[in-house]
C-alpha cells in the first residue's frame, strides 16, 4: 500500500490535482521523463502518469492527474493519508539530455505537468531552456510559478487569450522560429493533434523533435503489445522504447486511431447508473 502524503488543487478549475505519494523505491530511481502505474485497488485498472517530481531524502513521488476517466475522478476523491493499492516504477526511459545545449519545451494543458520536469531536468544540468506553456483559458493555467524558475524564458499562451499572449502554442513556436531563434531540439508534450502539429511546424526549419507519447497502456513492460506504435516505419513500444519518441518519425495517423479504440467502453463507464442510490456515479 502507497500512502498519499498531501493534495493540492493547482488551478482555480480545479482541473489538475497534485498528489505527493509516500513510494521510496521508486523515489530512489525515478528520472525525469519517466512515469508509474497506478492501481487504487486490486479490482482497479492500471493507470500510467508520468513523475513529477521525486525527493531521495523524503522518499516520495510527486504525480500530477487530471481527472477526466473513472479512475482518476475516483483518485481525486481520495484525501492525505488514504492509501492506493499499487504504485509500480519508474517505469520508461528518462528524456535524453546529453550533448543539447538549447532546447524549446512545449506543453499543452495538463501535458504541462509533464513538460515542466523535464524542462526542469534540461535546465538543471546547465541547458538554456524556453517553455512554451499553452492553456484553453486563464482559470486553467498551472505551474506558473514553478516554471518561471525552471526555465531560461517562459512564454504562456491561451486559446481565449485571457492571459498571457493569445493564440495556440503552436503559433508562438512558429513565431519565434520566423524570429531566428535555433534550437538544438523542441520537446513536446500535451494532446496528440497539438504535437503533431507542433512536428508539422518544427518539420519545415529541419529541427528535430522529440514528443512524449501516451497510447493505451496495460502491463508497462512491453508484453502486452497494447502501447504500440509506429515510428519510422517500425514496431515501438511506448512503455519500454519510449515514452518519448521522433516526432517527425510517428505515424500520428495510426496513433489517433488507436487512441479511439475503446471510446464507447470509457463513455459507458462514465455513465455507470448506481443500483443503490438511482443516480449517475459522479466518482466514477
Aim: net charge negative.
Amino acid at each position: 500500500m502507497f500512502k498519499i502524503v498531501s493534495k493540492r488543487p493547482l488551478n482555480e478549475a480545479n482541473t489538475v490535482v497534485e498528489f505527493v505519494i509516500e513510494a521510496p523505491l521508486v523515489a530512489r530511481k525515478a528520472a525525469p521523463g519517466q512515469f508509474i502505474i497506478f492501481r487504487l485497488d486490486e479490482y482497479g485498472e492500471r493507470v500510467p502518469i508520468t513523475i513529477a517530481a521525486a525527493d531521495r531524502e523524503a522518499g516520495t513521488v510527486t504525480i500530477m492527474v487530471q481527472p477526466v476517466g473513472q479512475t482518476t475522478k475516483m483518485l481525486a476523491l481520495m484525501s492525505a493519508g488514504d492509501f492506493i493499492a499499487d504504485f509500480v516504477g519508474p517505469l520508461g526511459r528518462p528524456t535524453h539530455m546529453e550533448g543539447l545545449k538549447r532546447v524549446c519545451v512545449i506543453g499543452g494543458g495538463v501535458g504541462n505537468a509533464i513538460a515542466f520536469p523535464v524542462a526542469k531536468g534540461m535546465h538543471d544540468r546547465g541547458i538554456e531552456v524556453d517553455m512554451i506553456a499553452g492553456f484553453r483559458s486563464r482559470d486553467v493555467v498551472i505551474l506558473e510559478e514553478e516554471m518561471r524558475a525552471a526555465v531560461s524564458n517562459l512564454y504562456i499562451t491561451t486559446d481565449d487569450g485571457s492571459y498571457g499572449e493569445a493564440g495556440f502554442n503552436t503559433v508562438k513556436l512558429k513565431a519565434l522560429l520566423d524570429a531566428g531563434e535555433k534550437y538544438d531540439e523542441v520537446m513536446c508534450v500535451g494532446p496528440t493533434r497539438m504535437m503533431q502539429r507542433v512536428c508539422e511546424a518544427t518539420k519545415e526549419y529541419g529541427v528535430k523533435t522529440i514528443v512524449s507519447m501516451n497510447p493505451i497502456m496495460l502491463d508497462g513492460t512491453g508484453m502486452c503489445g497494447a502501447c504500440r506504435l509506429t515510428v519510422g516505419g517500425e514496431t515501438k513500444f511506448a512503455c519500454v522504447d519510449g515514452p518519448d519518441f521522433d516526432g517527425h518519425l510517428v505515424d500520428w495517423d495510426s496513433v489517433i486511431k488507436r487512441s479511439k479504440f475503446y471510446a464507447d467502453e470509457q463513455a459507458a463507464a462514465m455513465d455507470h447508473i448506481c443500483r443503490i442510490t438511482g443516480g449517475v456515479r459522479q466518482h466514477g
